[in-house]
Every structure is written in C-alpha cells, then in structure tokens.
C-alpha cells in the first residue's frame, strides 16, 4: 500500500522517522499514532480557543496584513510571529533576556498573501528608557507608513505578568504615542497554552484570571474580548502549526470586517506617509532606482543596524535586487509559458470549431442526401406499383379468365336481384292482404 507523509497530518516528523526506521511495515503503527494526534488535535482545538470563536478556522481575506507584535521580553513575541508567518524567520526564545533588541521586520506570501510583521522588543519592559521606546515606536509607524491591520499582544500562559505598572505603559504607548483607540485593533496572543490547558479550557482559564487581577487589569482583558487565543508555539504538529496561524490571521480579519476602518492610522502615521512621500520626491530628483530605494527600505526594516555593518547593507541591497531579478524572470517565464497556453488553446478551439463546422455541413449533406435518397425510392415504388397495376390491367383486359368471371360476376348479381325481388314481392303480398282486411 503506498503512503506518504501527508497521509498522516497529525503525527510529528519525528514520529514519521521512527516509524519508518523500523523493519516491519510501519503502516499499521503510523495509523495508530495519526488516530491518537488526531484525538489530541481535537482536544486543543477544543481548549485552545474561547467557546465564541470556535468556528474560525482560516482567513476570510486575501489582501496584504501589517502586524505589531508587543509584549514583554520573553513572553514568546518572535515565536508567535514566526507561527504567523509560518516558517523561523524570527530568533526565537523563551528566556527572559530579548532576543530582539530593535523592531524587526519581515515579510512572507501565506497562502499567496502577503504578510508582513514586525517585531519589536519588550516596549512594556520597565528598564527600556523613553527615548528608546520613541524610537521603537517611530520605526514601527515608518515601515508601517500605511497603517497597521493589527497589534498582537503576546502573554505567556503559564506565567502571567502583566502588572499594574504594564497596564499604565500600555496606557502610555496607547494614548501618548499611538493616539488612543488601538485596543480594538489588537488582539491577545497566550503562549505556552502546552503548560496550562491540557486539563482546562482557555474559558476556564481567562475567567480565573480576570477574578484573581483588579479591576484596571480585568477591564484591559475586558476591552479585548473575545479577541483572545492560546497556541503552542512549539509543536512539532504540522497541523496543529497550521491551526495556530490560521486562528490568528482568521481573527485579525475579524477585527477589520467588525472596526469602522480597515487599518489603525493616526496623525503620526500620516505624518510618517509625508516623509515617505518626500523621500520618494527627492529619490526622483536624484536620479535613485526606485528598485534600490525599496531594497534599503526592506534591510533596514528587517534589521536597523545592518547599515553599521561594513558592506552588510550593499550585500543585503544585492541579494534583494538579485531575488527581484529572479523573480521577474521568473514571472516572464510563467507569463510566457501561459502565452503558449493561450495560444494553444485558441488553435485548438480553432481546429474544433473548424472540425464542428465541417462536420456539422457533412451531417447536414448526408442528412439531405438521405432525404433525397428515401424521396427517389418512394417515387420509384410508386412507379413499379403504378406499372404492376398497369400491367394486371393489360392481362384483365385480353384474358379469357376475365370474361369468366364476368359472367359468374354477373349471375352473381342477378341471383342476389331476384333474391330482393323475391323479398319485396312477398312483403308486398303481406301488406295487400293486411289492407284487404282492413277496409
């Protein structure tokens, strides 16, 4: 029987491997094991969503997504965002030092779509000064001159720390920085949903928590219900992998269908287009390759420092450029290739019409060679049929046979004339003697 690895979607790699790896045929055990993931994928699905949100399942929208990834150091920010993006491309780790020192960006085509998100460092962090948490903040509204689609605050689950003092740096970041209103832009991310809901659902859990925080907490957590989800960042299922992104990207598509406008801006993020804008302007005026300019502005995204670095910058510049020239090329070829296509296609429509049409004026021949055919034999058995009488005519007509029966024809008659006579002679006689005795 062949199999592959997509025949068994709820075990893990190693799981294949080892099931592979030994000499009897591994059929039955890789279905026993895909039957025991599935019960367990199911259970997570389960505990890992509020009840109200259950029915998301993937993304109901295909144009591009700008996220925000917050949180506090080692809370699983760049974990997260490499789940939504669906591959590493983030450093990740759990420890409380950051692994992300400044805003970070990238961008990957989930699904055909266009996804970008940057990650920053700990904002919440209480021993990040103002100015870097400004500085932060600039990047995040200049990359993201366009507006952001969603901000997704990350909290680990096993270990809970947001504390009155974040609540007020949010509050901060929120209204003195962003201009207020972006809760309902933002959703809430629990990671590590391993340690805390195998037993318990994410109902279960947020409840508990929004009765042992106070109120300023509990109204926080309030404000972002039911925009709430818990992943495993770490599981090795590729299908419980594909769970967690889908949720995520399914519910961001939920907050922009449900807010009165697509994507958070504000007077800063307008601001940030301006200069965008002038940049262009001055690119134009200088004589810069838009394709260059594009390809800094994507480096440095992705890493603000990579222009201290001696020739890290061109080096990036190049392979970007380089990736664009492939792509083209790429896209030429398909674009090429589907020119063919077309014109195969429209030959051989071509040839079928031509094929129909020849085809169609033949059966119409035939069938008219037919008709015509049907009409000559009808004519020529009329004229055998008017010949055949012709010639029994002919034969009557100088037979001694005919004269017999002539005469016999003729007795015939006479005999049933007489035969009536005779009828009505009596009934006469009958009629006269009826008279006679009447009067």
Same mark, same amino acid.
């Given at each position: 029987?062949?199999?592959?690895?997509?025949?068994?979607?709820?075990?893990?790699?190693?799981?294949?491997?080892?099931?592979?790896?030994?000499?009897?045929?591994?059929?039955?055990?890789?279905?026993?094991?895909?039957?025991?993931?599935?019960?367990?994928?199911?259970?997570?699905?389960?505990?890992?969503?509020?009840?109200?949100?259950?029915?998301?399942?993937?993304? =109901?929208?295909?144009?591009?997504?700008?996220?925000?990834?917050?949180?506090?150091?080692?809370?699983?920010?760049?974990?997260?965002?490499?789940?939504?993006?669906?591959?590493?491309?983030?450093?990740?780790?759990?420890?409380?030092?950051?692994?992300?020192?400044?805003?970070?960006?990238?961008?990957?085509?989930?699904?055909?779509?266009?996804?970008?998100?940057?990650?920053?460092?700990?904002?919440?962090?209480?021993?990040?000064?103002?100015?870097?948490?400004?500085?932060?903040?600039?990047?995040?509204?200049?990359?993201?001159?366009?507006?952001?689609?969603?901000?997704?605050?990350?909290?680990?689950?096993?270990?809970?720390?947001?504390?009155?003092?974040?609540?007020?740096?949010?509050?901060?970041?929120?209204?003195?920085?962003?201009?207020?209103?972006?809760?309902?832009?933002?959703?809430?991310?629990?990671?590590?949903?391993?340690?805390?809901?195998?037993?318990?659902?994410?109902?279960?859990?947020?409840?508990?928590?929004?009765?042992?925080?106070?109120?300023?907490?509990?109204?926080?957590?309030?404000?972002?219900?039911?925009?709430?989800?818990?992943?495993?960042?770490?599981?090795?299922?590729?299908?419980?992998?594909?769970?967690?992104?889908?949720?995520?990207?399914?519910?961001?598509?939920?907050?922009?269908?449900?807010?009165?406008?697509?994507?958070?801006?504000?007077?800063?993020?307008?601001?940030?287009?301006?200069?965008?804008?002038?940049?262009?302007?001055?690119?134009?005026?200088?004589?810069?390759?838009?394709?260059?300019?594009?390809?800094?502005?994507?480096?440095?995204?992705?890493?603000?420092?990579?222009?201290?670095?001696?020739?890290?910058?061109?080096?990036?510049?190049?392979?970007?450029?380089?990736?664009?020239?492939?792509?083209?090329?790429?896209?030429?070829?398909?674009?090429?290739?589907?020119?063919?296509?077309?014109?195969?296609?429209?030959?051989?429509?071509?040839?079928?019409?031509?094929?129909?049409?020849?085809?169609?004026?033949?059966?119409?021949?035939?069938?008219?060679?037919?008709?015509?055919?049907?009409?000559?034999?009808?004519?020529?058995?009329?004229?055998?049929?008017?010949?055949?009488?012709?010639?029994?005519?002919?034969?009557?007509?100088?037979?001694?046979?005919?004269?017999?029966?002539?005469?016999?024809?003729?007795?015939?008659?006479?005999?049933?004339?007489?035969? =009536?006579?005779?009828?009505?002679?009596?009934?006469?006689?009958?009629?006269?003697?009826?008279?006679?005795?009447?009067?």
């Amino acid at each position: 029987m062949a199999y592959s690895r997509s025949d068994f979607e709820f075990i893990t790699d190693e799981d294949w491997k080892t099931a592979n790896d030994c000499k009897r045929d591994p059929i039955e055990d890789l279905i026993n094991r895909n039957s025991i993931g599935e019960k367990r994928y199911i259970s997570v699905v389960a505990n890992y969503s509020l009840k109200v949100n259950e029915h998301i399942t993937e993304s =109901i929208l295909n144009d591009e997504l700008r996220i925000v990834i917050i949180g506090k150091t080692g809370e699983g920010k760049s974990a997260t965002a490499n789940t939504i993006l669906g591959k590493k491309v983030f450093k990740d780790d759990f420890t409380s030092k950051s692994v992300t020192s400044k805003s970070k960006c990238e961008t990957v085509l989930v699904n055909g779509r266009k996804v970008s998100v940057m990650d920053t460092p700990g904002l919440l962090d209480t021993e990040r000064s103002d100015v870097d948490v400004l500085a932060e903040v600039a990047r995040v509204m200049k990359v993201f001159s366009q507006g952001v689609h969603a901000f997704i605050y990350v909290m680990s689950i096993g270990n809970p720390r947001f504390t009155q003092e974040d609540l007020k740096t949010l509050n901060e970041i929120e209204v003195g920085l962003f201009g207020g209103h972006f809760k309902t832009f933002t959703l809430l991310v629990y990671t590590r949903a391993e340690t805390e809901l195998t037993e318990t659902s994410l109902d279960k859990f947020y409840q508990a928590q929004r009765q042992r925080a106070d109120s300023d907490i509990t109204l926080f957590l309030d404000q972002l219900e039911p925009n709430i989800v818990a992943v495993n960042n770490k599981t090795p299922v590729l299908k419980e992998r594909e769970r967690n992104q889908n949720v995520i990207l399914g519910m961001i598509d939920r907050l922009r269908l449900e807010n009165a406008q697509d994507v958070y801006t504000t007077t800063m993020f307008n601001k940030a287009v301006e200069e965008k804008e002038e940049l262009e302007r001055k690119g134009k005026t200088k004589g810069w390759s838009p394709e260059v300019m594009d390809a800094v502005d994507l480096a440095i995204a992705a890493d603000p420092d990579v222009g201290k670095r001696t020739g890290e910058l061109d080096a990036r510049v190049n392979d970007h450029l380089m990736r664009r020239l492939e792509e083209k090329e790429f896209r030429l070829l398909n674009l090429e290739e589907e020119l063919k296509r077309q014109a195969m296609a429209i030959r051989r429509q071509s040839l079928e019409h031509e094929y129909e049409t020849r085809l169609r004026i033949e059966q119409e021949a035939k069938g008219r060679a037919e008709a015509e055919e049907r009409k000559r034999r009808e004519e020529n058995e009329r004229v055998e049929s008017l010949q055949r009488e012709i010639r029994e005519l002919k034969t009557l007509l100088h037979s001694k046979e005919t004269t017999s029966q002539v005469q016999e024809i003729r007795k015939e008659h006479d005999g049933i004339l007489d035969k =009536i006579g005779g009828f009505i002679f009596e009934g006469a006689k009958k009629v006269v003697g009826w008279l006679k005795k009447l009067f």
